[in-house]
């Protein structure tokens, strides 16, 4: 019983000091002080860690298996597009996220090379592709690709 009531009376004494160390903190710290945040000082910059960039994962889909699904979805049936003069689309022209063929894609932007894919909705261009790569990181403030 001695060591029960010895350590019941240092848990008091402890608390005693814990109280008078928090009545001197608020006494001598203002708190005005603490809401100024010294983190936004230049010295204090290089402790600060920027977010981690988004990775995204670029999946690729079939148009085969994605126009079942949109029509099941939305209830609604994407046809081909039907062309009011000759197309300048190239027959080997696919969709690089679904793999549509050219009956599906067309000009989004006239002659200035941009392809629109009416399964997907992606825009690309035929010369160059940005789908060579599976993942991308992303800025987490603004998601802009970010150059590696």
Not at 7 to 17: C, F, G, M, P, T
Not at 107 to 130: T, W, Y
Request: proline letters at 7%; hydrophobic letters at 30%.
């Amino acid at each position: 019983m001695n060591i029960i009531l010895y350590l019941l009376q240092i848990i008091q004494d402890l608390y005693k000091q814990n109280c008078w160390l928090v009545s001197f903190i608020c006494r001598y710290i203002p708190l005005k002080q603490w809401a100024y945040d010294d983190s936004h000082s230049p010295k204090y910059q290089k402790f600060k860690i920027d977010k981690l960039p988004v990775i995204l994962y670029h999946e690729s889909w079939d148009y085969r298996d994605y126009i079942p699904y949109l029509e099941w979805r939305y209830g609604k049936k994407i046809s081909p597009v039907r062309r009011r003069s000759a197309c300048d689309i190239s027959d080997d022209c696919t969709c690089p996220r679904c793999n549509a063929p050219k009956p599906f894609l067309y000009k989004n932007n006239g002659s200035k090379g941009q392809v629109l894919c009416k399964v997907c909705q992606n825009r690309f261009s035929p010369i160059e592709s940005r789908f060579t790569k599976k993942t991308s990181l992303r800025c987490p403030y603004c998601t802009y690709i970010l150059s590696p």
